[in-house]
């Protein structure tokens, strides 16, 4: 490990931000870090890289910062999990924000999640439901959405459009990124024309539950590591990152949904959104994401876990939350008269994961032999839920048994 700045004075947060081959983002990236309101002696930034081979590891020599930084690299590509962990054990602060090495940070980050932590000991604060994205660079490997979109952003400035036509122009096909921001666009807040809103999370229901996601039942999906605060003491108490989860997707889930288990309260506050700085989307990313599910849902094999396997049929949040509420009113009130149906609804609910893991068409999920004892009480059971009030159950239900 190499420190700048090995000053004494004690540490009040510590931000973790592990990269893996985002040179350019990550410089800019610790140049927001470098602009901020709050104080900087006491806040710290631990870059862990997880051995890329870009020019990231000479970030160290050339990042001018005023806060204490702490550059940890990796021999070997550890996955995001282990590096995050890493992070956490190197960290001096008693909060910790998780923050992606390609999240550019406006200059009350820091302050806007501490100020949640002062007077509570048991939140987690995130800004990465109310997701801003940027295009600070044109990167090589954007695929056609990607540069439809930034053309489309570029039109609306002269001097950005002017860039992008003069890299149509002379630098098409290389290989090499070209800047689109610069650091006084950061100063300035100009960077902020090539940005855009992606209301992803909140517009599947969220928003709807208030910042502190009062009475969702999912509130755990708010634990994006993008972007989010915990106090140390609360993952000592749940865990750290389960470092079985390599590659893309779920593990920040996995811990949200144990900090959650052990009742940590979950906050929404989009005065700590940070900008993710776009690049090239790698074609692995699904295959690792369902890899990922796989191992959460045979870990948690919950209903309340199970139940995120409805996204794959593109089911809104809110569907999911109200699925659940009267998956569980339904045993509440009936604890003996539906088992059966129960039994089939959380099995066919791993078994999209499953398939989807295996590379298997998501299908036939709970076949039956026609006129079995079972298949018929599935079915009576079927009928009795929407005239008993368990529309969304029932609804939810018959999208994955008749598949």
């Not at 040179?23 to 806040?43: R, V």
Request: aromatic share 14%.
């Amino acid at each position: 490990m190499s420190i700048k700045n090995n000053h004494k004075h004690p540490i009040k947060v510590s931000i973790v931000m592990p990269t893996y081959n985002k040179y350019y983002q990550t410089s800019l990236s610790l140049y927001g870090l470098s602009k901020q309101t709050f104080p900087q002696a006491e806040y710290e930034v631990i870059l862990v890289d997880d051995a890329s081979s870009d020019n990231t590891p000479n970030i160290f020599k050339e990042a001018d910062v005023p806060f204490k930084f702490k550059y940890i690299g990796m021999k070997q590509n550890k996955g995001r999990s282990s590096v995050r962990n890493i992070g956490i054990n190197h960290a001096e602060g008693n909060l910790l924000i998780f923050l992606d090495g390609e999240m550019l940070a406006p200059p009350a980050f820091i302050e806007n999640h501490y100020k949640h932590h002062v007077h509570e000991s048991n939140l987690v604060v995130t800004g990465a439901m109310h997701y801003e994205g940027v295009y600070t660079f044109i990167m090589p490997d954007y695929n056609e959405d990607q540069v439809a979109h930034l053309k489309e952003l570029v039109s609306r400035d002269p001097e950005y459009r002017r860039l992008y036509e003069n890299y149509e122009q002379t630098q098409q096909h290389s290989n090499v990124p070209c800047p689109l921001v610069t650091k006084e666009d950061i100063n300035t807040n100009r960077f902020q024309r090539l940005s855009f809103p992606n209301r992803y999370f909140l517009n599947s229901g969220l928003k709807h539950f208030g910042e502190r996601l009062e009475g969702f039942t999912l509130p755990y999906i708010a634990f994006l590591s993008g972007n989010v605060s915990v106090r140390k003491a609360n993952l000592k108490k749940s865990g750290l990152f389960d470092e079985t989860f390599v590659g893309y997707g779920a593990e920040d889930w996995e811990l949200g949904y144990r900090l959650y288990k052990n009742g940590v309260q979950f906050v929404l506050d989009p005065s700590t959104v940070a900008y993710h700085q776009e690049h090239g989307i790698s074609k692995r990313k699904v295959k690792e994401q369902w890899g990922n599910h796989y191992r959460f849902v045979k870990k948690h094999p919950n209903i309340d876990v199970l139940i995120l396997s409805l996204e794959w049929k593109e089911l809104p949040f809110m569907h999911m939350h109200q699925t659940l509420v009267e998956y569980k009113e339904l045993k509440k009130r009936f604890p003996d008269e539906y088992n059966e149906l129960t039994h089939a609804f959380r099995l066919m609910l791993f078994r999209i994961i499953e398939y989807l893991n295996n590379g298997q068409p998501v299908t036939k999920l709970y076949e039956l032999p026609p006129g079995s004892e079972e298949r018929i009480k599935i079915h009576q059971q079927l009928e009795t839920l929407r005239p008993r009030g368990f529309d969304y159950l029932a609804s939810s239900f018959e999208q994955i048994y008749y598949l």
